[in-house]
Nanobody
């Protein structure tokens, strides 16, 4: 199975920066896509940013120009650099990874981390 461990959340003032990290481990053959989602108070979980193994990225309109997603394929790790943070960015941030287990013919996986809290004060 696959475990995702997130780190880097915390409390920051508006305009500040944080960097989230998520490391995947387990019986991984390949990871096709990794991404960050968030769920604010009373809101549904939404995509923040995603990145493929080839480096293609996708961002929510609300974070374009402020957040940058990157990954280290050798370490099965994805990062989210968050700059110019706003109070509306306050949420629990979840890491997601999709790929294949064990071999090139192994089963697909779609795994989530436990979440890390990001709080932006005004």
């Amino acid at each position: 199975q696959v475990q995702l461990v997130e780190s880097g959340g915390g409390l920051v003032q508006a305009g500040g920066s944080l960097r989230l990290s998520c490391a995947a481990s387990g019986s991984i053959f390949s990871i096709n896509a990794m991404g960050w989602y968030r769920q604010g108070p009373g809101k549904q979980r939404e995509l923040v940013a995603a990145i493929t193994s080839g480096g293609s990225t996708n961002y929510a309109d609300s974070v374009k120009g402020r957040f940058t997603i990157s990954r280290d394929n050798a370490k099965n790790t994805v990062y989210l650099q968050m700059n110019s943070l706003k109070p509306e960015d306050t949420a629990v941030y979840y890491c997601n990874a999709k790929g294949r287990l064990n071999t090139g013919w192994g089963p697909l996986f779609d795994s989530w981390g436990q979440g890390t809290q990001v709080t932006v004060s005004s």
